[in-house]
């Protein structure tokens, strides 16, 4: 079994930050990507941020210069550091890595239960 949890988040003013974090336990192998997608209110899932094994970072164009992502590969851990929050940052965020349980075994996407972000004055 894998669990994904998240922890952060809440309510912040424009122009303040928040730091995001993910943490994975269970019966892990190995941890390819994790991302941080977002869910703003009334509107689709969208990627955020993703960081892969070799820490190669990549970042949708609205957050690009304001979000930074980062990980812990031996404490299974992803952060998504978030200064200069944005009225239009809103959102509920979801934590989601790809897990492989054991040797050889194919990956699989684990999601967190998602965190609410509400950037508001």
């Known amino acids: 079994q894998v669990q994904i949890v998240q922890s952060g988040g809440g309510l912040v003013q424009p122009g303040g930050s928040l730091r995001l974090t993910c943490a994975a336990s269970g019966s892990i192998f190995s941890i390819e990507s994790m991302d941080w997608y977002r869910q703003p209110p009334g509107k689709e899932r969208e990627l955020v941020a993703t960081?892969?094994?070799?820490?190669?970072?990549n970042y949708s164009d609205s957050v690009q210069g304001r979000f930074t992502i980062s990980r812990d590969t031996v404490k299974k851990v992803a952060y998504l550091q978030m200064n200069n929050l944005k009225i239009e940052d809103t959102a509920d965020y979801y934590c989601?890595?790809?897990?492989?349980?054991?040797?050889?075994?194919?990956?699989?996407?684990?999601w967190g239960q998602g965190t609410q972000v509400t950037v508001s004055s």
């Open positions: 989601k890595m790809s897990i492989s349980t054991k040797w050889l075994s194919p990956f699989t996407d684990y």
């Open positions: 960081i892969t094994t070799g820490e190669r970072t």
